[in-house]
């Protein structure tokens, strides 16, 4: 080909029988992603540093020399988590293997063994979270590590950004996330409903259209469907489709909150670790009362509108 492709998509040869197979979640049966070896090249690791994920989910990621790989510069790459990074033995100094997955999201495949000269370091896993500075656990059946702070401001963070991103805020990106966060003008996405005007046109980049703009996306975000208010919330292992069982199965969010772990395991599909983040997650005072925030606002909890 005269560009770049990372990969092809393979179908069945025939519409009707395309349509007869039908999908799952997103997924056609009838086509399938087949993606080329992803592209590699050998950098200097100059550090790892630690994110915190919006499940306070403490996640580690390489700081590199920047290389470029696939005809893009690259100077920060994934490192999965600490268990992967124990396992390949990778360490702060080494010469280390860049691999871009799909040609989009790079990581350390492992170090370059034979070229270590003894200066390398061994990372050590944080004992306090990176962000709020509070002890962090572990659990005995996964390999993460959580910061379990409910007031963690990176966490804050990336919640809001889930949120905004799976209620479709229009125009609403990650910076401007951090901005309002920054500037104390929300804590919970729940605080998105009582922004004003006056404030956000002090904020740096907004003027009065693109003030008016974010303000009546926030607003159209009421309307939702129910299952993408589920979604939403944040609810660990709760994305596009266990939302749509859900809201199959629950009138409103209220009935949802309500379930027991039983109940939530008689549900096709629903597997009992799912069943129990569920529980988990409404039995937190804060949560209801962030549920409790968004249905004082306006936000449809409810099937007023059809399930897409």
Partial sequence: LPYEADGLVIKVDDLSVQEAMGVVGRAPRGAVAFKFPGREATTQLLNIGVNVGRTGALVPYAILEPVEVAGVTIQQATLHNFEDLRRKDIRIGDRVLVRRAGDVIPYVVGPVVEARNGDEEVFRPPEVCPS?????????????????????????????????????????????????????????????????????????????????????????????????????????????????????????????????????????????????????????????????????????????????
């Fill in 132 to 308: 709020c500075h509070q002890p962090v656990v572990s659990r005995a059946d996964e390999v993460a590590i959580y910061c379990v702070n409910v007031d963690c401001p990176e966490q804050r963070i990336q919640h809001v950004k889930h949120f905004v991103s799976v209620m479709d805020v229009e125009g609403m990106g990650e910076r401007t996330v951090e901005l309002l966060v920054e500037e104390g003008l929300i804590r919970t996405a729940a605080d998105l409903y009582g922004l004003e005007w006056e404030k956000l046109l002090g904020l740096e980049g907004f003027a009065e259209k693109s003030t008016a703009n974010l303000l009546a996306a926030i607003q159209a975000t009421k309307e939702r469907p129910l299952a993408q208010v589920i979604a939403a919330l944040g609810i660990r292992g709760v994305g596009g489709i266990v939302s749509r069982t859900l809201a199959e199965h629950y009138d409103s969010i209220q009935d949802l909150s309500q379930a027991t772990q039983d109940d939530l395991e008689r549900i096709p599909g629903l597997g009992p670790h799912t069943a129990e983040a569920i529980v988990t997650w409404f039995d937190q005072s804060q949560n209801r009362a962030f549920v409790e925030k968004l249905e004082q606002a306006g936000v449809n909890m409810r099937h007023t509108t059809p399930v897409q």
